[in-house]
């Protein structure tokens, strides 16, 4: 089961806080670089993933698979040895991710990283495939150079330990820079227990 991996990396108590479909239509740009690991990006101001520890391991992504991926039609790629620290990230202005937009708007900032990025992994996978990544490594996706669309689904699983979205989130509208969405109500949204049992009640189910 898709699970038994997560327990092994993160423990037994486990939760699905997002699940999030990806499409890379024909001849379009793919998903920037980004490192995931505190979502600082979606409303510049706060993270949505709070840890116990944030220099843990408290998340992993399973990434599927809907349409055969490689290079040619957009498959992600993965910069090894980048997750051991997270990086400064420059913040954008709306002129600056207007120029820079891609299929999904763009990323809000820019990561400094020192130096040149080592040489990528790229993760291809025949459909129905998945793998599991930490989005503290610097990753995205490259451009559909292909006549089809490139179709992925991941979820994202959390220690239950791991506080998703503050309070203040979730009683307010919620403001998601990256998809250029204001006013998301979170009054609906609920974490699904995966595995084991949550001790801590920081999370909706």
């Keep these: 089961p898709v699970t038994e991996r997560p327990v092994q990396l993160l423990g037994s108590d486990l939760l699905l ?12 740009r793919g998903t920037e670089l980004h490192q995931g690991s505190a979502w600082l990006y979606e409303n510049q101001q706060e993270p949505i993933i709070n840890p116990k520890d944030r220099e843990e391991l408290c998340q992993v992504t ?16 993965m910069y090894p040895g980048t997750g051991r620290e997270i990086f400064p990230i420059k ?4 002129a600056e991710q207007d120029k820079a937009n891609n299929v999904y708007g763009a990323h809000p900032a820019e990561i400094d990283y020192p130096g040149d990025l080592p040489k990528p992994n790229y993760l291809e996978a025949k459909a129905g495939q998945f793998f599991l990544f930490s989005e503290r490594y610097i990753h995205g996706s490259l451009d559909n150079r292909s006549d089809n669309s490139r179709w992925g689904v991941n979820g994202r699983i959390a220690t239950t330990s791991t506080r998703v979205y503050s309070q203040a989130m979730i009683e307010q509208d919620h403001h998601h820079k990256y998809f250029r969405v204001k006013y ?6 609920k974490a699904i227990l995966l595995r084991g049992e949550d001790h801590f009640g920081y999370n909706k189910y």
């Design 62 to 77: 399973c990434w599927v698979a809907l349409t055969d991926t490689n290079q040619e039609n957009g498959c992600m790629l």
């Design 184 to 189: 998301k109500s979170l009054n609906k949204w």
């Design 17 to 28: 806080w997002r699940t999030t479909f990806f499409d890379i239509q024909p001849h379009s």
């Design 91 to 94: 913040l954008l202005d709306d």
